[in-house]
């Protein structure tokens, strides 16, 4: 094969290749400006719902629940005893002892939504947690409102 040919063969389907790519469908998605179709099982970032750590659901749909402190007492603290990831710690709030999820050390692993006998801790959908401030993947427990605050 002469110089010319050999360098005709290895051109031809690189060539190809690069023009077949115009055709097919990409490969990337067009996010943020579209955002992904999340599977239903998807583990975002949990959320803790302050004024359900002290009572038990007890099935539904008739969410009977049952105020269960003088039984477990107010500090379970299920949620971190069970974190592999270390990422909860227990902090006082008004008195009393809730936990705070460390998001920069979550792994997402649901294992406090498995765990918590009161249904506290919710899975959610959220997944833009990015940032350059570590301290705003803190998320402190905030009494006031149903959803773990910032
Ligand atoms: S999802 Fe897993 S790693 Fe994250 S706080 Fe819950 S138990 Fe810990
Ligand atoms: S396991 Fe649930 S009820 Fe127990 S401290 Fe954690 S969030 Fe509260």
Known sequence: MTEKKQKKSRISPMFRR???????????TKY??????????FRG????KVKSCNVIELGSPDLLTLDVRSIVGV??????????ANAIEIVEVDGKR???????????????????PR?????????????????????KPNPNETETAK
């Open 119 to 139: 249904k506290a801790i919710k899975s959610s959908e959220l997944y833009e947690l990015a940032t350059t401030d570590k301290k705003s993947l803190i998320k």
């Open 32 to 41: 943020p400006f579209v955002k992904p179709k999340l599977p239903d099982d």
């Open 98 to 116: 809730r936990p705070q999820f460390n998001f920069d050390r979550c792994v997402f692993c649901y294992q406090c939504v498995e765990s918590c």
């Open 75 to 84: 500090n379970c603290s299920v949620c971190v005893r069970d974190c592999p």
């Open 18 to 28: 690069t023009v077949s790519h115009f055709f097919t469908k990409p490969a990337t």
């Open 45 to 48: 970032e949990t959320q803790y």
